[in-house]
């Protein structure tokens, strides 16, 4: 179980790390989570006051943070990437929507503290977001940092490509087959005995081949997947649905769904089998992107209904045994993007 915000602090301040000594990625006690992370910045940086000029504003922010987290306050912030290197977020002060990432790829599992500054020169609000949500958020398509792979039409209407789940998933796994309650959400962190196996996953999910939902449009794509989202959530045995924008997409399941209604999966900043850490534990292991089980829909679409089709289940360690991927990550030099008018809302 995820302990509480303030509790990751007082570890951290009793380790006497500093922001660059490396951290492993979901480390149950020194790893702070995203949620944790931004409410943490808010309640310690919402209210200051910035009026400085632009390089001694971004000094005394990041020492701020420092104070925060628990970390001892630095004198100099060399020019590592990302600066807060053991928890692996930069910082962008943001009196625009203008977003600017100089001389860095999107990844993944690296975070962007974005921190609104109002015309009074005063913190209002820290969003904490990673490179998943980040590509989501560009609109302009400038952003090519990305993974795809070929889908291909499917040998059968389901495939169970991986017939167990990963050595480092397999030990938490539920032996007598987890029934979500009322309080269990799809996006609750996984806790011991709740995971349920990848074949059980797969027969559970199966039982979605041949139903259909509305199709909101081809330009709405997140609407789309929000709908077979809910018949996933449904299927697994959820009382209702749930979707918070993070990676994997029912958390609790460590579960991440594709709908493929053309052959190219987007896979975004996430390669499958990559050994980086997701940002959570389960017990005392921090749990990879390779742990990730990943659920392909194939589909059809009239544009007035989507009819699932085919269904495809594979860890993310085996994803490309049966998908073929495309050529690697491309690189940009500089990134600049409008985030969305209410993104400090």
């Known amino acids: 179980m995820t302990i509480s915000a303030d509790s990751y602090v007082d570890n951290i301040r009793e380790s006497g790390l500093n922001i660059h000594n490396p951290i492993t990625i979901g480390d149950p006690n020194l790893w702070i989570p995203d949620e944790h992370l931004e409410y943490l910045l808010n309640k310690n940086l919402c209210g200051r006051n910035v009026e400085y000029p632009i390089r001694t504003r971004s000094k005394i922010v990041k020492q701020w943070i420092c104070e ?26 943001q009196q625009t929507n203008n977003l600017q990432i100089w001389n860095e790829e999107v990844t993944a599992q690296r975070r962007y503290v974005l921190i609104g500054i ?55 796994l ?31 999910l199966s039982s979605l081949v041949g139903k259909s939902f509305i199709d909101p449009g081809v330009t709405q794509e997140r609407n789309r997947g929000a709908g077979l989202h809910d018949l996933v959530c449904n299927a697994l045995g959820y009382s209702s649905y749930a979707d918070d924008g993070r990676f994997p997409d029912v958390k609790n399941q460590v579960l991440e769904i594709k709908l493929q209604t053309s052959p190219t999966i987007d896979l975004g900043v996430v390669c499958p089998d990559s050994k980086d ?55 940009n030099g500089k990134i600049q993007m409008m985030l969305p008018k209410d993104f400090f809302l």
């Open 277 to 331: 850490g997701i940002g959570f534990s389960i017990g005392q292991t921090p749990i990879q992107h390779n742990d990730t089980r990943y659920a392909v829909f194939y589909a059809q679409t009239d544009n007035n209904h989507v009819t699932i089709t085919n269904l495809v289940v594979t860890t993310g360690e085996d994803f490309f045994s049966r998908f073929k991927q495309f050529q690697g990550k491309i690189k």
């Open 68 to 93: 925060a987290l628990g970390y001892p306050i630095e004198n100099t912030f060399p020019k590592y990437q990302p600066r807060f290197t053991g928890q692996n977020f930069d910082v962008y002060n």
């Open 118 to 172: 109002n015309e009074n020169q005063i913190i209002y609000k820290v969003r904490v977001i990673n490179g998943i949500e980040l590509i989501d958020l560009d609109k302009t398509g400038k952003i090519t940092t990305k993974f795809q792979a070929s889908f291909g039409y499917p040998n059968n209407r389901c495939e169970l490509i991986s017939n167990s789940d990963t050595n480092n998933l397999s030990r938490y």
């Open 174 to 204: 539920s032996n007598k087959g987890f029934i979500p309650d009322n309080r269990t959400s799809p996006i609750d962190y996984p806790s011991i005995e709740q995971i349920i196996p990848i074949h059980e996953v797969f027969v559970r």
